[in-house]
């Protein structure tokens, strides 16, 4: 009896012997430590909107950022900034400000080319007047520049913009950059532009930016009578008349670069009133605004190596 049951142990061990074989074999068929490759994939802001050389919050809109955007006024592109509110007062001639972090509108600087704008009607910058064509960097601080030299007036502003005009290039022996764009629009809206860099020579360029603008605003709309019936009406003192014109000379010298600059907008605004439902036409409540600001303005920059750069050197 026991020879016979210590047989049968031999037996099962053979066999187990056996079937272990095919499922050994079967594990090595499925190899879960295979290294797949994944290709290298980088992550980058197509916008560049951060910057990262400031002490204070940063973000930028270089001029192909402005490109890609296919905004046509300032007011459209720094909408897209963190943390920013476009207010549009209505109609087309209505001012565009912007509100950053809930701190209003009032407390935000609008810089242009370094001179601070201001506008003595109603205390607020209108960003819709500046025109993208011309434009080279927008930049947005949440607080103040990162600048070692600034006026005590960047000081002041919670918030700041800052709009850098474009400096001319000139590929190779070329001379001249012409630029020539017609815009159109509902409502008669024509905006013709003109951008022309000219190189006198190795150390002297100029650039000459205008822009004209005009629109009717005389768009049609529906609204409800006093007796309960519908009516169209056409929308009255709308019309929008802008010119903008810029002339820039820039200049070489040794270690160093000036630049002067001349500037004048002029615009005449309808700001349609109320439509009054009980007795239309009674009460108009319109308003009209002109605007005109000049200004010249120079700048002068030398380059030269820190002190602490020069100790290195000996």
């Known amino acids: 009896m026991k020879e016979r049951t210590f047989k049968k142990m031999i037996f099962a061990v053979f066999c187990c012997q056996f079937l272990s074989i095919p499922l050994f074999a079967q594990q090595q068929k499925v190899d879960t430590t295979h290294t797949y490759s994944i290709?290298?994939?980088?992550?980058?802001?197509?916008?560049?909107?951060?910057?990262?050389?400031?002490?204070?919050?940063?973000?930028?809109?270089?001029?192909?950022?402005?490109?890609?955007?296919?905004?046509?006024?300032?007011?459209?592109?720094?909408?897209?900034?963190?943390?920013?509110?476009?207010?549009?007062?209505?109609?087309?001639?209505?001012?565009?400000?912007?509100?950053?972090?809930?701190?209003?509108?009032?407390?935000?600087?609008?810089?242009?080319?370094?001179?601070?704008?201001?506008?003595?009607?109603?205390?607020?910058?209108?960003?819709?007047?500046?025109?993208?064509?011309?434009?080279?960097?927008?930049?947005?601080?949440?607080?103040?520049?990162?600048?070692?030299?600034?006026?005590?007036?960047?000081?002041?502003?919670?918030?700041?913009?800052?709009?850098?005009?474009?400096?001319p290039l000139f590929k190779g022996e070329k001379k001249n950059n012409l630029n020539i764009g017609v815009k159109g629009g509902s409502f008669s809206t024509i905006n013709p532009s003109l951008l022309w860099e000219h190189?006198?020579?190795?150390?002297?360029?100029?650039?000459?930016?205008?822009?004209?603008?005009?629109?009717?605003?005389?768009?049609?709309?529906?609204?409800?009578?006093?007796?309960?019936?519908?009516?169209?009406?056409?929308?009255?003192?709308?019309?929008?008349?802008?010119?903008?014109?810029?002339n820039a000379f820039f200049g070489k010298?040794?270690?160093?670069?000036?630049?002067?600059?001349a500037y004048l907008y002029n615009s005449e605004r309808g700001y349609p009133g109320a439509a009054v439902r009980e007795e239309p036409g009674k009460f108009r409540h319109q308003d009209r605004q002109w605007d005109t600001n000049l200004f010249v303005q120079g700048s002068f920059q030398n380059y030269f190596k820190p002190w602490y750069s020069l100790l290195a050197n000996g």
């Not at 500046?130 to 070692?148: C, H, P, R």
């Not at 040794?254 to 630049?259: F, H, I, N, S, V």
């Open 199 to 246: 190189r006198f020579n190795e150390r002297i360029s100029s650039s000459i930016s205008t822009e004209y603008m005009y629109t009717s605003g005389r768009y049609k709309f529906t609204y409800a009578k006093k007796d309960g019936y519908d009516t169209t009406a056409v929308r009255q003192n709308g019309d929008v008349r802008m010119l903008r014109l810029e």
């Open 253 to 261: 010298v040794p270690k160093g670069e000036w630049k002067a600059k």
């Open 39 to 167: 290709p290298e994939i980088t992550v980058s802001d197509i916008y560049q909107t951060r910057e990262v050389r400031s002490t204070a919050p940063l973000q930028v809109f270089s001029k192909d950022a402005l490109k890609n955007l296919h905004a046509l006024q300032v007011s459209d592109a720094v909408k897209h900034f963190a943390g920013v509110t476009v207010k549009d007062y209505g109609g087309i001639g209505g001012l565009k400000t912007v509100n950053i972090r809930s701190m209003g509108s009032h407390h935000v600087g609008v810089f242009y080319d370094g001179i601070e704008l201001g506008n003595a009607q109603n205390g607020v910058v209108d960003l819709g007047r500046f025109s993208l064509d011309n434009m080279e960097v927008i930049s947005l601080y949440n607080g103040q520049k990162s600048a070692i030299f600034q006026p005590a007036k960047d000081y002041s502003s919670a918030s700041a913009i800052y709009m850098q005009t474009r400096k």
